[in-house]
């Protein structure tokens, strides 16, 4: 009798199991997302626990916090200022550019502080318009809704709500108050003229920042590698605001690359139309070729920088 009740008790149990609700499968997209999206939080706090307390500078901007990197400059009194600011997913010591030149610029003489900018949001989803229906006949057609007078007059009555501001406004506002924060911690660190370094998109964000900043104010230079124009947000342009850029520039490309050397000719001949005598290119394309690319890269921007140095006006005592 053991046997049959042995084979009982299995087949209830293989029955109850296959009524069990299979257990959901993990949203792989949704962990790629959550993890985009804390990328930048996760690289500050990494930031935090390696870098020294004293470099760590936490600047405020439009209500949030984000953490720079600061060096003084090596010698009594800086030559300036620069503002160091990576691309989208790095971090404000990242290896290609921004670490090296905060280290060697503050060890040439300049105070740097390396930032990097909030992720910004995704590029905007193109909807599919949907295929028309085809025409109800009349005898289908369904029945109008008739909406009550004192419906209608209430509704009239009611103030339509200010639309909310698009997510690439709102980012272009904390954009710049962050860029306008890091400049401002390096004026309080006593540097009289602030330089910005940035890469990629937040090339574009600096331009931003410094369209609407007054000519007495930094930034007093910008040089710019591989700028490239966020998709979510197609205003203001890029060239237009290069059109209305009058600070000096130096651009860096790699011409060796179809989309820079497009963009080299198009910046070029804006440069020319509009007169602007301080801009000027840089080919990278030389340097990634060499081992002593970061060597190369250094003194060029070491250059550029000691040719527009303006030494500190002396106070005018009465």
């Known amino acids: 009798m053991r046997a049959p009740t042995v084979i009982a008790l299995l087949c209830l149990c293989s029955i109850a199991h296959a009524q069990e609700p299979a257990a959901p499968a993990a949203d792989a997209g949704a962990t790629e997302r959550a993890s985009a999206v804390s990328r930048d939080i996760q690289y500050q706090q990494a930031l935090k626990r390696e870098a020294p307390t ?5 600047l405020a901007f439009a209500g949030e916090s984000q953490l720079g990197l600061f060096l003084p400059a090596a010698r009594p009194e800086p030559l300036g200022g620069i503002l160091l600011i990576a691309g989208p997913g790095e971090h404000a010591n990242w290896p290609e550019l921004i670490g090296p030149a905060r280290t060697s610029l503050s060890d040439a003489g300049w105070h740097t502080l390396a930032i990097s900018l909030p992720d910004a949001p995704p590029a905007p989803m193109i909807d599919v318009a949907p295929e028309p229906a085809e025409p109800t006949a009349a005898s289908e057609a369904p029945t109008p809704e008739i909406v009550p007078e004192d419906e209608l007059l209430a509704a009239s009555d009611q103030i339509d709500a200010l639309p909310e501001a698009p997510p690439e406004a709102r980012y272009s506002e904390r ?14 660190e006593g540097a009289q003229q602030v330089h910005i370094i940035a ?15 007054a000519k007495d104010q930094p930034p007093a230079t910008l040089i710019l590698q591989q700028v490239r124009q966020p998709s979510s947000s197609p205003e203001p342009s890029l060239d237009s605001l290069l059109e209305n850029n009058e600070r000096p520039l130096l651009e860096m490309l790699n011409l060796e ?9 198009s910046h070029l001949r804006i440069a020319r139309r509009t007169g602007n005598q301080g801009y000027q ?3 990278l394309a030389p340097m990634a070729r060499s081992a002593l690319a970061d060597d190369m890269l250094d003194k060029r921007l070491r250059g550029w920088l000691t040719r527009h ?3 500190p006006q002396p106070e005018v005592t009465p």
Do not use: F, H, N
Not at 54 to 58: G, H, L, V, Y
């Open 54 to 58: 004293t470099e760590q500078r936490q």
């Open 175 to 188: 954009a710049a108050a962050l860029i306008r924060a890091g400049w401002q911690v390096l004026e309080g």
């Open 199 to 213: 890469r990629d998109e937040s090339a574009y964000w600096a331009l931003v920042a410094a369209s609407t900043s």
């Open 257 to 265: 690359i179809t989309p820079d050397r497009q963009l080299a000719a």
């Open 281 to 283: 290119q840089m080919d």
């Open 309 to 311: 140095y303006q030494p």
